[in-house]
């Protein structure tokens, strides 16, 4: 039962740790049924999906883009997310800004980092954020604000190696908290965990669980 899970997860969430129910692939009923349940921050991870729901369910729902995100999509998503977790490079993030401007909005940001094992994830190293965080064209950007860190652990039956990636997006907040957002209090968000590993994440110090099977089920995987 979704209403259940919901529950069952949000109950044993420490203070300071907020679900994002990921309901990629999921149909409204199903996250109405969430809805009912009290949930109101959910995540999706294509463009062509999250716009629809957003525009029919209802408009309390923070929605969360939380896939890897093509510049050309940006244009669909600015007018209904709340925040971006995936933002991988500066160009990605000047296209949000721009899209958020012609809304009037701004875009909270969180930048995704590499720490797993497998080549096909996304991410910066934080040599090439910090890259970005230094120069100019950042600074110009008025309609974004970044509020924090993504990261996704490798998929590994090893809770070690699992705590020691997660461990690794948590210095690597640290690190740019002291470096670039020391005066921000705004930039406070780590997510990381889902449904196999959200517990880990949480002892590594997540403010954001991203769980989607662990409440609505295995997926039905659509095309896009
Ligand atoms: C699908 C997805 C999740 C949720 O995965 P589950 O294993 O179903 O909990 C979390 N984060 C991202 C980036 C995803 O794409």
């Given at each position: 039962?979704?209403?259940?899970?919901?529950?069952?997860?949000?109950?044993?969430?420490?203070?300071?740790?907020?679900?994002v129910?990921?309901?990629?692939?999921?149909?409204?009923?199903?996250?109405?049924?969430?809805?009912?349940?009290?949930?109101?921050l959910?995540g999706?991870?294509?463009?062509?999906?999250?716009?629809?729901?957003?525009?029919?369910?209802?408009?309390?729902?923070k929605w969360h883009f939380i896939?890897?995100?093509?510049?050309?999509?940006?244009?669909?998503?600015?007018?209904?997310v709340s925040c971006i977790e995936?933002?991988?490079?500066?160009?990605?993030?000047?296209?949000?800004?721009?899209?958020?401007?012609?809304?009037?909005?701004?875009i909270d940001c969180l930048?995704?980092?590499?720490?797993?094992?497998?080549?096909?994830?996304?991410?910066?190293?934080?040599?090439?954020?910090?890259?970005?965080?230094?120069?100019?064209?950042?600074?110009?950007?008025?309609?974004?604000n970044?509020t924090g860190?993504m990261?996704?652990?490798?998929?590994?039956?090893?809770?070690?190696?699992?705590?020691?990636?997660?461990?690794?997006?948590?210095?690597?907040?640290?690190?740019?908290?002291?470096?670039?957002?020391?005066?921000?209090?705004?930039?406070?968000e780590?997510s990381?965990?889902?449904?196999?590993?959200?517990?880990?994440?949480?002892?590594?110090?997540?403010?954001l669980?991203?769980?989607?099977?662990?409440?609505?089920?295995?997926?039905?995987?659509?095309?896009?």
């Amino acid at each position: 039962m979704i209403s259940e899970n919901i529950k069952h997860i949000t109950e044993s969430l420490p203070a300071g740790v907020r679900l994002v129910a990921v309901s990629k692939f999921n149909p409204n009923e199903s996250i109405v049924e969430a809805y009912n349940a009290g949930q109101r921050l959910f995540g999706e991870s294509h463009a062509q999906e999250l716009v629809p729901k957003a525009e029919s369910l209802p408009k309390d729902i923070k929605w969360h883009f939380i896939g890897h995100l093509q510049t050309n999509k940006v244009k669909y998503i600015a007018p209904y997310v709340s925040c971006i977790e995936s933002v991988d490079s500066l160009h990605l993030l000047k296209e949000i800004d721009k899209q958020a401007a012609k809304c009037g909005r701004v875009i909270d940001c969180l930048l995704q980092f590499h720490v797993a094992q497998e080549e096909t994830k996304f991410g910066f190293s934080i040599d090439e954020c910090r890259q970005m965080l230094s120069s100019e064209e950042y600074k110009t950007l008025l309609n974004i604000n970044i509020t924090g860190v993504m990261g996704m652990a490798s998929i590994s039956d090893d809770p070690a190696q699992i705590a020691g990636e997660f461990t690794h997006v948590k210095e690597i907040f640290n690190t740019l908290k002291v470096e670039f957002f020391a005066d921000k209090p705004s930039f406070c968000e780590i997510s990381m965990g889902m449904t196999h590993d959200y517990p880990i994440a949480i002892r590594c110090g997540a403010t954001l669980i991203r769980v989607g099977s662990g409440i609505f089920g295995e997926r039905m995987y659509i095309k896009h």
